[in-house]
Protein backbone atom coordinates (compact mmCIF):
# COMPACT_ATOMS: atom_id res chain seq x y z
CA UNK A 1 0.00 0.00 0.00
CA UNK A 2 1.36 3.61 -1.20
CA UNK A 3 1.71 5.60 2.00
CA UNK A 4 0.07 8.74 2.04
CA UNK A 5 0.00 12.13 3.82
CA UNK A 6 -1.75 13.00 7.30
CA UNK A 7 -3.56 15.57 5.68
CA UNK A 8 -5.05 12.93 2.86
CA UNK A 9 -5.56 10.47 5.50
CA UNK A 10 -7.83 12.66 7.94
CA UNK A 11 -9.56 13.72 4.54
CA UNK A 12 -10.48 10.42 4.13
CA UNK A 13 -11.18 9.73 7.80
CA UNK A 14 -13.93 12.80 7.52
CA UNK A 15 -15.79 11.42 4.89
CA UNK A 16 -16.89 8.78 6.67
CA UNK A 17 -17.19 10.00 10.02
CA UNK A 18 -17.88 13.40 9.12
CA UNK A 19 -16.31 16.90 8.86
CA UNK A 20 -15.08 17.30 12.43
CA UNK A 21 -14.25 14.46 14.13
CA UNK A 22 -12.00 13.80 17.25
CA UNK A 23 -9.21 11.88 17.81
CA UNK A 24 -8.18 10.41 21.44
CA UNK A 25 -4.19 9.81 21.21
CA UNK A 26 -3.12 9.23 24.31
CA UNK A 27 -2.90 11.98 26.99
CA UNK A 28 -3.91 14.04 23.72
CA UNK A 29 -7.13 15.77 22.33
CA UNK A 30 -7.58 16.51 19.12
CA UNK A 31 -10.08 18.18 16.97
CA UNK A 32 -9.64 18.13 13.07
CA UNK A 33 -11.82 20.59 11.00
CA UNK A 34 -12.51 19.15 7.51
CA UNK A 35 -14.84 22.18 6.10
CA UNK A 36 -14.63 25.41 5.56
CA UNK A 37 -17.89 25.87 7.72
CA UNK A 38 -16.65 24.28 10.69
CA UNK A 39 -13.22 26.74 9.98
CA UNK A 40 -15.51 29.85 9.76
CA UNK A 41 -17.85 28.43 12.46
CA UNK A 42 -15.09 27.90 15.04
CA UNK A 43 -11.54 29.89 13.87
CA UNK A 44 -12.94 32.74 12.73
CA UNK A 45 -16.14 33.13 14.44
CA UNK A 46 -15.53 31.82 18.29
CA UNK A 47 -11.26 32.91 17.84
CA UNK A 48 -10.94 34.08 21.39
CA UNK A 49 -11.64 30.41 22.37
CA UNK A 50 -9.74 28.74 18.93
CA UNK A 51 -6.11 31.06 18.37
CA UNK A 52 -4.13 29.82 21.66
CA UNK A 53 -1.27 27.03 20.76
CA UNK A 54 -0.48 24.09 22.65
CA UNK A 55 3.04 22.54 20.86
CA UNK A 56 5.99 20.40 22.26
CA UNK A 57 7.62 22.70 25.07
CA UNK A 58 10.64 21.14 23.65
CA UNK A 59 9.80 23.33 20.53
CA UNK A 60 8.42 26.16 22.92
CA UNK A 61 10.80 26.46 25.42
CA UNK A 62 14.10 24.49 24.08
CA UNK A 63 14.11 26.36 20.58
CA UNK A 64 12.36 29.25 21.06
CA UNK A 65 13.39 30.57 24.35
CA UNK A 66 9.56 30.05 26.33
CA UNK A 67 6.82 32.40 26.33
CA UNK A 68 8.22 34.70 29.12
CA UNK A 69 11.42 35.36 27.28
CA UNK A 70 11.34 34.46 24.00
CA UNK A 71 10.49 35.77 20.74
CA UNK A 72 9.36 32.59 18.86
CA UNK A 73 5.77 34.02 19.03
CA UNK A 74 4.45 31.46 15.94
CA UNK A 75 4.58 29.10 18.70
CA UNK A 76 3.17 30.61 21.56
CA UNK A 77 -0.07 30.31 23.05
CA UNK A 78 -3.06 32.95 22.86
CA UNK A 79 -1.96 35.66 25.27
CA UNK A 80 0.04 38.95 25.56
CA UNK A 81 3.47 38.12 25.07
CA UNK A 82 2.50 36.72 21.44
CA UNK A 83 0.13 39.93 20.93
CA UNK A 84 2.84 41.84 21.23
CA UNK A 85 5.40 40.09 19.27
CA UNK A 86 2.41 39.74 16.49
CA UNK A 87 2.10 43.69 16.77
CA UNK A 88 5.84 44.70 15.95
CA UNK A 89 5.59 41.39 13.39
CA UNK A 90 2.65 43.59 11.92
CA UNK A 91 3.77 46.41 11.83
CA UNK A 92 6.87 45.13 9.52
CA UNK A 93 4.74 43.66 7.15
CA UNK A 94 1.56 45.74 6.36
CA UNK A 95 0.75 46.52 2.84
CA UNK A 96 2.45 49.89 2.87
CA UNK A 97 5.98 47.99 3.90
CA UNK A 98 6.07 45.99 1.39
CA UNK A 99 6.05 49.15 -1.33
CA UNK A 100 9.12 50.28 0.35
CA UNK A 101 10.35 46.71 0.53
CA UNK A 102 10.08 46.54 -3.84
CA UNK A 103 13.47 47.73 -4.88
CA UNK A 104 14.77 44.38 -2.97
CA UNK A 105 11.82 42.47 -4.65
CA UNK A 106 13.21 43.99 -7.99
CA UNK A 107 16.97 43.35 -6.96
CA UNK A 108 16.84 39.79 -5.41
CA UNK A 109 14.44 38.70 -9.10
CA UNK A 110 17.01 39.94 -11.43
CA UNK A 111 19.82 37.82 -9.11
CA UNK A 112 17.63 34.56 -9.41
CA UNK A 113 16.75 35.33 -13.19
CA UNK A 114 20.45 36.09 -13.60
CA UNK A 115 21.48 32.83 -11.98
CA UNK A 116 19.16 30.47 -13.60
CA UNK A 117 20.49 31.86 -17.23
CA UNK A 118 23.86 31.42 -16.34
CA UNK A 119 23.18 27.78 -15.36
CA UNK A 120 21.01 26.38 -17.56
CA UNK A 121 22.40 28.47 -20.83
CA UNK A 122 25.98 29.62 -20.38
CA UNK A 123 27.07 26.58 -18.82
CA UNK A 124 27.94 22.85 -19.81
CA UNK A 125 25.86 20.83 -22.82
CA UNK A 126 24.52 18.57 -20.28
CA UNK A 127 22.90 21.02 -17.83
CA UNK A 128 21.29 22.44 -20.71
CA UNK A 129 20.08 18.58 -22.58
CA UNK A 130 18.88 17.13 -19.20
CA UNK A 131 17.63 20.37 -17.31
CA UNK A 132 18.39 20.63 -13.18
CA UNK A 133 16.84 21.33 -9.99
CA UNK A 134 15.64 24.91 -8.87
CA UNK A 135 15.70 24.45 -5.66
CA UNK A 136 18.40 26.53 -4.51
CA UNK A 137 18.27 29.34 -6.79
CA UNK A 138 14.58 29.58 -5.41
CA UNK A 139 15.82 28.99 -2.06
CA UNK A 140 17.90 31.76 -2.73
CA UNK A 141 15.42 34.39 -3.96
CA UNK A 142 13.18 33.86 -0.93
CA UNK A 143 15.83 33.56 1.66
CA UNK A 144 18.08 36.73 0.59
CA UNK A 145 14.55 38.74 -0.15
CA UNK A 146 13.71 38.58 3.78
CA UNK A 147 16.89 38.57 4.89
CA UNK A 148 17.76 41.99 3.18
CA UNK A 149 14.16 42.82 4.58
CA UNK A 150 15.16 42.20 8.10
CA UNK A 151 18.90 42.89 8.25
CA UNK A 152 19.65 45.41 5.22
CA UNK A 153 22.19 44.95 2.60
CA UNK A 154 24.56 43.12 4.76
CA UNK A 155 23.82 39.42 3.66
CA UNK A 156 25.65 38.76 0.91
CA UNK A 157 24.81 35.18 -0.08
CA UNK A 158 25.90 33.03 -3.50
CA UNK A 159 23.18 30.92 -4.52
CA UNK A 160 24.09 26.87 -2.85
CA UNK A 161 26.11 28.94 -0.18
CA UNK A 162 26.05 26.15 2.41
CA UNK A 163 25.06 28.69 5.49
CA UNK A 164 21.98 29.37 3.36
CA UNK A 165 20.83 25.75 3.09
CA UNK A 166 21.47 25.18 6.51
CA UNK A 167 19.67 27.72 7.17
CA UNK A 168 16.84 26.66 5.41
CA UNK A 169 16.82 23.31 6.64
CA UNK A 170 16.66 24.69 9.75
CA UNK A 171 13.28 25.83 9.34
CA UNK A 172 12.38 22.43 8.62
CA UNK A 173 13.84 20.90 11.30
CA UNK A 174 12.41 23.01 13.52
CA UNK A 175 8.91 22.43 11.45
CA UNK A 176 9.75 18.76 12.25
CA UNK A 177 8.90 19.22 16.02
CA UNK A 178 5.19 19.54 15.45
CA UNK A 179 5.26 16.72 13.05
CA UNK A 180 4.01 12.89 13.74
CA UNK A 181 7.38 11.74 15.58
CA UNK A 182 7.95 14.31 18.34
CA UNK A 183 3.63 14.57 19.00
CA UNK A 184 4.27 10.63 19.70
CA UNK A 185 5.73 11.08 22.74
CA UNK A 186 3.70 14.57 23.70
CA UNK A 187 0.67 11.42 23.27
CA UNK A 188 1.82 9.30 25.21
CA UNK A 189 4.45 10.43 27.78
CA UNK A 190 5.74 6.95 28.61
CA UNK A 191 7.61 7.48 25.34
CA UNK A 192 9.68 10.10 26.34
CA UNK A 193 12.02 7.23 28.48
CA UNK A 194 11.18 4.86 25.58
CA UNK A 195 11.51 6.37 22.16
CA UNK A 196 15.41 7.23 21.41
CA UNK A 197 16.62 10.28 23.39
CA UNK A 198 16.16 13.36 20.73
CA UNK A 199 17.95 15.92 22.66
CA UNK A 200 21.03 16.19 20.98
CA UNK A 201 18.94 16.90 17.35
CA UNK A 202 17.22 19.38 19.52
CA UNK A 203 20.54 20.86 20.97
CA UNK A 204 21.69 21.35 17.66
CA UNK A 205 18.87 23.12 16.29
CA UNK A 206 19.20 25.55 18.96
CA UNK A 207 23.01 25.84 18.67
CA UNK A 208 22.19 26.52 14.53
CA UNK A 209 19.80 29.15 15.56
CA UNK A 210 22.25 30.81 17.47
CA UNK A 211 25.36 30.45 15.07
CA UNK A 212 23.43 31.73 11.92
CA UNK A 213 20.80 34.25 13.37
CA UNK A 214 22.66 35.03 16.36
CA UNK A 215 25.74 35.97 14.57
CA UNK A 216 23.64 38.03 12.15
CA UNK A 217 22.40 40.31 14.53
CA UNK A 218 25.49 40.45 16.60
CA UNK A 219 27.08 41.76 13.28
CA UNK A 220 24.06 43.98 12.64
CA UNK A 221 24.49 45.38 16.36
CA UNK A 222 27.97 46.15 15.55
CA UNK A 223 27.46 48.04 12.16
CA UNK A 224 24.59 50.05 13.85
CA UNK A 225 27.44 51.26 16.88
CA UNK A 226 30.20 51.75 14.64
CA UNK A 227 28.12 53.96 12.36
CA UNK A 228 24.42 54.50 13.09
CA UNK A 229 23.33 56.78 10.73
CA UNK A 230 25.13 54.95 7.94
CA UNK A 231 22.90 51.60 8.36
CA UNK A 232 20.06 51.61 6.31
CA UNK A 233 16.97 51.49 7.55
CA UNK A 234 15.44 48.11 7.74
CA UNK A 235 13.27 46.20 10.16
CA UNK A 236 15.90 44.99 12.54
CA UNK A 237 17.20 48.51 12.55
CA UNK A 238 13.55 49.85 13.27
CA UNK A 239 12.77 46.94 16.18
CA UNK A 240 16.35 48.20 17.78
CA UNK A 241 15.74 51.48 17.77
CA UNK A 242 12.27 51.01 19.47
CA UNK A 243 14.30 49.18 22.32
CA UNK A 244 11.12 46.94 22.90
CA UNK A 245 12.99 43.09 22.40
CA UNK A 246 15.82 41.74 24.46
CA UNK A 247 18.90 40.19 22.34
CA UNK A 248 16.72 36.65 22.83
CA UNK A 249 13.71 37.86 21.75
CA UNK A 250 15.19 39.15 18.48
CA UNK A 251 16.98 36.13 17.73
CA UNK A 252 13.87 33.91 18.24
CA UNK A 253 11.56 36.78 16.13
CA UNK A 254 13.82 36.83 13.50
CA UNK A 255 14.40 33.10 13.17
CA UNK A 256 10.55 32.73 13.12
CA UNK A 257 10.52 36.09 11.11
CA UNK A 258 12.72 34.36 8.35
CA UNK A 259 11.92 30.82 9.10
CA UNK A 260 8.18 31.27 8.07
CA UNK A 261 8.82 33.15 5.41
CA UNK A 262 11.07 32.05 3.26
CA UNK A 263 10.26 27.75 2.72
CA UNK A 264 6.67 28.30 2.59
CA UNK A 265 7.54 30.69 -0.52
CA UNK A 266 10.11 28.70 -2.28
CA UNK A 267 7.34 25.57 -1.78
CA UNK A 268 4.74 27.42 -3.47
CA UNK A 269 6.84 28.44 -6.36
CA UNK A 270 9.04 25.32 -6.55
CA UNK A 271 5.28 23.65 -6.95
CA UNK A 272 4.07 26.31 -9.37
CA UNK A 273 7.23 25.45 -11.44
CA UNK A 274 6.29 21.70 -11.56
CA UNK A 275 2.80 22.48 -11.91
CA UNK A 276 3.39 24.27 -15.42
CA UNK A 277 5.87 22.16 -16.88
CA UNK A 278 3.25 19.21 -16.79
CA UNK A 279 0.78 21.82 -17.97
CA UNK A 280 2.43 23.68 -21.29
CA UNK A 281 -0.92 25.09 -22.54
CA UNK A 282 -1.28 26.82 -19.18
CA UNK A 283 2.25 28.13 -19.31
CA UNK A 284 2.15 29.55 -22.38
CA UNK A 285 -1.48 31.27 -21.39
CA UNK A 286 0.33 33.16 -18.57
CA UNK A 287 2.90 34.07 -20.72
CA UNK A 288 0.63 35.40 -23.81
CA UNK A 289 -0.95 37.15 -21.15
CA UNK A 290 2.38 38.75 -20.07
CA UNK A 291 3.29 39.41 -23.60
CA UNK A 292 0.37 41.14 -24.33
CA UNK A 293 -0.09 43.16 -21.21
CA UNK A 294 3.57 43.92 -20.32
CA UNK A 295 4.84 43.51 -23.73
CA UNK A 296 8.71 41.90 -24.15
CA UNK A 297 11.26 44.97 -23.59
CA UNK A 298 10.52 44.75 -19.60
CA UNK A 299 9.69 42.86 -16.91
CA UNK A 300 6.13 42.97 -14.92
CA UNK A 301 6.40 44.87 -11.89
CA UNK A 302 3.72 45.47 -8.87
CA UNK A 303 1.55 47.75 -11.25
CA UNK A 304 1.12 45.52 -14.02
CA UNK A 305 -0.61 43.09 -11.60
CA UNK A 306 -3.86 43.94 -11.48
CA UNK A 307 -3.55 43.42 -15.67
CA UNK A 308 -2.35 39.59 -15.24
CA UNK A 309 -5.94 38.19 -14.16
CA UNK A 310 -4.45 34.49 -15.37
CA UNK A 311 -1.28 34.64 -13.64
CA UNK A 312 -3.05 35.66 -10.54
CA UNK A 313 -5.51 32.84 -10.70
CA UNK A 314 -2.28 30.49 -11.70
CA UNK A 315 -0.65 31.76 -8.44
CA UNK A 316 -4.41 30.79 -6.42
CA UNK A 317 -4.51 27.69 -7.89
CA UNK A 318 -1.13 26.48 -6.98
CA UNK A 319 -1.78 27.59 -3.12
CA UNK A 320 -5.03 25.67 -3.79
CA UNK A 321 -3.48 22.64 -5.00
CA UNK A 322 -0.29 22.23 -2.73
CA UNK A 323 -1.05 24.39 0.10
CA UNK A 324 2.62 24.74 1.89
CA UNK A 325 1.16 24.11 5.44
CA UNK A 326 -1.71 22.14 4.30
CA UNK A 327 -2.68 21.49 8.27
CA UNK A 328 -1.82 25.29 9.22
CA UNK A 329 0.09 25.25 12.34
CA UNK A 330 -1.94 23.30 15.10
CA UNK A 331 -4.29 25.76 16.97
CA UNK A 332 -5.56 25.00 20.84
CA UNK A 333 -8.56 26.36 22.71
CA UNK A 334 -7.89 28.28 25.84
CA UNK A 335 -11.28 27.64 27.20
CA UNK A 336 -13.95 24.79 27.38
CA UNK A 337 -16.89 24.85 24.23
CA UNK A 338 -19.54 23.10 23.31
CA UNK A 339 -20.09 22.95 18.76
CA UNK A 340 -23.02 21.04 17.80
CA UNK A 341 -23.65 19.11 21.25
CA UNK A 342 -20.26 18.16 21.14
CA UNK A 343 -18.23 18.72 23.95
CA UNK A 344 -14.80 20.72 23.51
CA UNK A 345 -12.15 20.57 26.55
CA UNK A 346 -9.83 23.64 27.02
CA UNK A 347 -6.45 22.80 25.58
CA UNK A 348 -7.74 20.80 22.53
CA UNK A 349 -5.55 20.88 19.87
CA UNK A 350 -7.58 21.96 16.49
CA UNK A 351 -6.21 21.11 13.41
CA UNK A 352 -7.48 23.06 9.94
CA UNK A 353 -7.46 20.71 7.62
CA UNK A 354 -6.37 23.42 4.32
CA UNK A 355 -6.05 20.32 2.05
CA UNK A 356 -9.43 19.10 3.02
CA UNK A 357 -10.99 22.03 2.27
CA UNK A 358 -9.28 22.79 -1.00
CA UNK A 359 -9.91 19.41 -2.04
CA UNK A 360 -14.33 20.15 -1.75
CA UNK A 361 -15.38 19.22 -4.61
CA UNK A 362 -18.56 21.74 -3.93
CA UNK A 363 -16.13 24.22 -3.38
CA UNK A 364 -13.93 23.71 -5.99
CA UNK A 365 -15.12 21.54 -9.02
CA UNK A 366 -13.08 18.50 -10.33
CA UNK A 367 -10.92 19.43 -7.11
CA UNK A 368 -7.84 17.49 -8.77
CA UNK A 369 -7.63 19.18 -11.69
CA UNK A 370 -4.65 22.42 -11.96
CA UNK A 371 -7.49 24.71 -13.17
CA UNK A 372 -6.49 28.43 -12.53
CA UNK A 373 -9.45 29.43 -14.50
CA UNK A 374 -12.05 28.50 -11.85
CA UNK A 375 -10.68 31.64 -10.00
CA UNK A 376 -11.15 33.90 -12.93
CA UNK A 377 -14.33 35.50 -11.37
CA UNK A 378 -12.65 35.80 -7.85
CA UNK A 379 -9.51 37.64 -9.61
CA UNK A 380 -11.32 39.98 -11.90
CA UNK A 381 -14.73 41.11 -10.08
CA UNK A 382 -14.15 39.92 -6.56
CA UNK A 383 -11.11 40.75 -5.47
CA UNK A 384 -11.13 44.44 -6.48
CA UNK A 385 -14.14 44.97 -4.02
CA UNK A 386 -12.49 43.03 -1.29
CA UNK A 387 -8.46 43.16 -1.29
CA UNK A 388 -8.27 43.73 2.56
CA UNK A 389 -10.91 41.08 3.41
CA UNK A 390 -9.58 37.95 5.05
CA UNK A 391 -13.29 36.41 5.71
CA UNK A 392 -13.62 32.34 4.42
CA UNK A 393 -15.80 32.88 1.21
CA UNK A 394 -13.74 36.47 0.13
CA UNK A 395 -10.57 34.42 -0.64
CA UNK A 396 -10.26 31.45 -3.08
CA UNK A 397 -7.88 29.36 -0.79
CA UNK A 398 -7.13 29.22 3.18
CA UNK A 399 -3.51 28.54 2.19
CA UNK A 400 -2.76 31.26 4.74
CA UNK A 401 -5.30 30.19 7.30
CA UNK A 402 -7.50 32.58 8.83
CA UNK A 403 -8.94 34.02 11.96
CA UNK A 404 -6.05 35.88 14.74
CA UNK A 405 -3.54 33.45 13.80
CA UNK A 406 -4.23 33.94 10.24
CA UNK A 407 -0.38 34.08 8.71
CA UNK A 408 0.66 37.64 9.07
CA UNK A 409 3.24 37.51 6.04
CA UNK A 410 0.42 37.35 3.37
CA UNK A 411 1.33 40.31 1.62
CA UNK A 412 5.21 39.76 1.55
CA UNK A 413 3.81 36.10 0.54
CA UNK A 414 1.83 37.46 -2.26
CA UNK A 415 4.01 39.73 -3.47
CA UNK A 416 7.14 37.69 -3.35
CA UNK A 417 5.71 34.67 -5.34
CA UNK A 418 4.24 37.76 -7.86
CA UNK A 419 7.62 39.05 -8.87
CA UNK A 420 9.36 35.66 -9.52
CA UNK A 421 6.63 34.10 -10.99
CA UNK A 422 5.81 37.27 -13.36
CA UNK A 423 9.25 37.15 -14.40
CA UNK A 424 9.95 33.25 -14.57
CA UNK A 425 7.00 32.91 -17.14
CA UNK A 426 8.22 36.35 -19.02
CA UNK A 427 11.76 34.87 -19.67
CA UNK A 428 11.71 31.38 -19.60
CA UNK A 429 9.65 27.83 -20.64
CA UNK A 430 10.06 25.26 -18.51
CA UNK A 431 10.26 21.95 -20.05
CA UNK A 432 10.27 18.53 -18.53
CA UNK A 433 13.46 16.87 -18.75
CA UNK A 434 11.41 13.89 -21.03
CA UNK A 435 8.26 14.69 -22.45
CA UNK A 436 6.63 11.57 -22.36
CA UNK A 437 6.63 11.68 -18.60
CA UNK A 438 5.28 14.29 -16.61
CA UNK A 439 6.74 15.67 -13.22
CA UNK A 440 5.76 13.43 -9.56
CA UNK A 441 3.39 15.85 -8.31
CA UNK A 442 1.57 13.63 -6.04
CA UNK A 443 4.52 12.75 -4.25
CA UNK A 444 5.62 15.47 -1.20
CA UNK A 445 9.93 15.71 -0.55
CA UNK A 446 8.80 14.46 2.96
CA UNK A 447 5.33 12.51 3.91
CA UNK A 448 5.65 12.90 7.31
CA UNK A 449 6.49 16.60 7.52
CA UNK A 450 3.83 19.69 8.41
CA UNK A 451 4.81 21.47 5.70
CA UNK A 452 4.62 20.18 2.18
CA UNK A 453 7.10 20.71 -0.60
CA UNK A 454 7.56 18.47 -4.08
CA UNK A 455 9.69 15.76 -4.52
CA UNK A 456 13.11 17.34 -6.05
CA UNK A 457 12.85 17.25 -10.04
CA UNK A 458 14.91 18.82 -13.04
CA UNK A 459 13.30 20.99 -15.24
CA UNK A 460 14.78 22.48 -18.69
CA UNK A 461 14.54 26.41 -19.14
CA UNK A 462 14.43 27.26 -22.83
CA UNK A 463 14.54 31.47 -22.88
CA UNK A 464 11.58 32.75 -24.28
CA UNK A 465 12.60 35.60 -27.18
CA UNK A 466 16.38 36.80 -28.17
CA UNK A 467 16.31 39.55 -25.78
CA UNK A 468 15.75 38.09 -22.53
CA UNK A 469 19.04 38.53 -21.29
CA UNK A 470 18.24 42.50 -21.70
CA UNK A 471 15.67 41.97 -18.97
CA UNK A 472 17.78 41.69 -16.22
C1 LIG B 1 3.23 31.21 0.40
C2 LIG B 1 3.72 31.64 1.53
C3 LIG B 1 3.10 31.40 2.89
C4 LIG B 1 2.11 30.55 3.28
C5 LIG B 1 1.31 29.59 2.43
C6 LIG B 1 1.94 30.73 4.71
C7 LIG B 1 1.00 30.03 5.47
C8 LIG B 1 0.86 30.18 6.84
C9 LIG B 1 -0.06 29.42 7.65
C10 LIG B 1 -1.02 28.35 7.14
C11 LIG B 1 0.10 29.83 8.93
C12 LIG B 1 -0.63 29.29 10.17
C13 LIG B 1 -1.81 30.17 10.54
C14 LIG B 1 -2.61 29.58 11.67
O1 LIG B 1 -2.07 29.30 12.72
O2 LIG B 1 -3.82 29.34 11.47
C15 LIG B 1 1.10 30.86 8.94
C16 LIG B 1 1.53 31.52 10.07
C17 LIG B 1 2.56 32.42 10.07
N1 LIG B 1 3.25 32.91 8.97
FE1 LIG B 1 2.94 32.40 7.06
N2 LIG B 1 2.82 31.67 5.14
C18 LIG B 1 3.54 32.12 4.07
C19 LIG B 1 4.51 33.11 4.07
C20 LIG B 1 4.89 33.83 5.18
C21 LIG B 1 5.82 34.95 5.17
C22 LIG B 1 6.46 35.56 3.93
C23 LIG B 1 6.00 35.33 6.48
C24 LIG B 1 6.84 36.45 7.06
C25 LIG B 1 7.93 36.91 6.61
C26 LIG B 1 5.18 34.46 7.29
C27 LIG B 1 5.09 34.52 8.66
C28 LIG B 1 4.20 33.79 9.43
C29 LIG B 1 4.16 33.85 10.88
C30 LIG B 1 5.06 34.69 11.77
C31 LIG B 1 3.11 33.01 11.28
C32 LIG B 1 2.63 32.74 12.70
C33 LIG B 1 1.44 33.66 13.01
C34 LIG B 1 0.94 33.53 14.43
O3 LIG B 1 1.08 32.48 15.05
O4 LIG B 1 0.40 34.53 14.92
N3 LIG B 1 4.52 33.58 6.48
N4 LIG B 1 1.55 31.07 7.65
Redesign the pocket.
Known sequence: MRPIAVQELFRLWSLQAGPVFTLQLGAKHWVILNTAQSVKDL?VDRSTIYSS?DLPSTLVDDIMGGVSKGGG???YPYGPE?RHL?RI?HGG?IKKKINEYQPIFDDRRNTLLANLWNEQLTTSTSTARDGFSLTRFIEHYTMTS?LAIAFGNMCNFDAGDPRLHQAFSLTERTAAIFGPAEQMAEFFPMLKYLLPNRKQEYIDVRNNIEDFYGGLLAEFKERLQQDGDGVEDCFIKEIMQNGELTDLQMMNFIT???G???E??AS?LEWMIALLANEPGVQDKAYDEIQTNVGPFRLPGPEDESSLSYLQCVIHET?RLR???PL??P?ATSEDDVYNHWRIPKNTTVM?N?HAIHKDPVRYPNPNVFDPDRHLDYVQRRAPQQRFSQTIDDRPHL????????????H??ER??YMAASALLACFRFERQDEHALIDVDTPKDLRSPTFAPSPYKVKLVARHDGVKDLF
Open positions: IRFAFWRALIVFVAGSTTTLPPASVHILAFSTGRRVCVGILASV
